[in-house]
Antibody, heavy 121, light 108 residues
Framework: QVQLVQSGAEVKKPGASVKVSCKAF????????ITWVRQAPGQGLEWMGW????????NYAQKVEGRVTLTTDPSTSTAYMELRNLRSDDTAVYYC??????????????WGQGTLVTVSS | SYVLTQPPSVSVAPGQTARITCGAN??????VHWYQRRPGQAPVLVVY???DRPSGIPERFSGSNSVNTATLTISRVEAGDEADYFC???????????FGGGTKLTVL
């Protein structure tokens, strides 16, 4: 059974960094890409970036580019999202999701449970 | 950038049919996917490729896509269907997903 399990909630001060993990179960990790999405309070889903777990190519959203880094550890089937220089508007639930479908037409067939990141002084 | 427009809310009585739209220029040429997100839970894929259902999703959920509007149809709506619904396409030029703003389905 495919499952993505994320790390727990975090509270950070402005200017700090956070690193969220996403551990995959039930499939061959390097066969499917991982996308990171966040949802701020009262807002819709916002794409942050995605990583090809096979060749480690990444693509980042312009809004967070320069502050976000996506990585993987194939030995533990885990993907990571690090966001630096946190601001109050980074407060959101962060999700990882498994890419499914053909390249150029991905959708997301399995999601992590979400990680609440709160940025507050 | 490509923008997907959804109505903020849709209300329907139990047993009736809910239709949630996702509008964009020439969306009929793209493959549209739909997600359900209940409060406090992770999103769940309910329709992919315009009209296909993942295993485990009831037949009451169906999708269509034509010209400038894609539609998620939920037949015989139940209280448990109350959730936010998001449409999504893949922006090939930017190589990233695009999400609609979401529609809150209220079961009266």
């Amino acid at each position: 059974q495919v499952q993505l399990v994320q790390s727990g909630a975090e509270v950070k001060k402005p200017g700090a960094s956070v690193k969220v993990s996403c551990k995959a179960f039930g499939y061959t990790f390097q066969t499917f890409g991982i996308t990171w999405v966040r949802q701020a309070p009262g807002q819709g889903l916002e794409w942050m970036g995605w990583i090809n777990t096979h060749n480690i190519n990444t693509n980042y959203a312009q809004k967070v580019e320069g502050r976000v880094t996506l990585t993987t550890d194939p030995s533990t089937s885990t993907a990571y999202m690090e966001l630096r220089n946190l601001r109050s508007d980074d407060t959101a639930v962060y999700y990882c999701a498994r890419n499914q479908g053909d390249y150029g037409d991905y959708y997301f067939d399995s999601w992590g449970q979400g990680t609440l990141v709160t940025v507050s002084s | 950038s490509y923008v997907l427009t959804q109505p903020p809310s849709v209300s329907v009585a139990p047993g009736q049919t809910a239709r949630i739209t996702c509008g964009a220029n020439n969306i009929g040429s793209k493959s549209v996917h739909w997600y359900q997100r209940r409060p406090g839970q992770a999103p769940v894929l309910v329709v992919y490729g315009d009209s296909d259902r993942p295993s485990g999703i009831p037949e009451r959920f169906s999708g269509s896509n034509s010209v400038n509007t894609a539609t998620l149809t939920i037949s015989r709506v139940e209280a448990g269907d109350e959730a936010d619904y998001f449409c999504q396409v893949w922006d090939g030029s930017g190589d990233h997903p695009v999400f609609g703003g979401g529609t809150k389905l209220t079961v009266l």
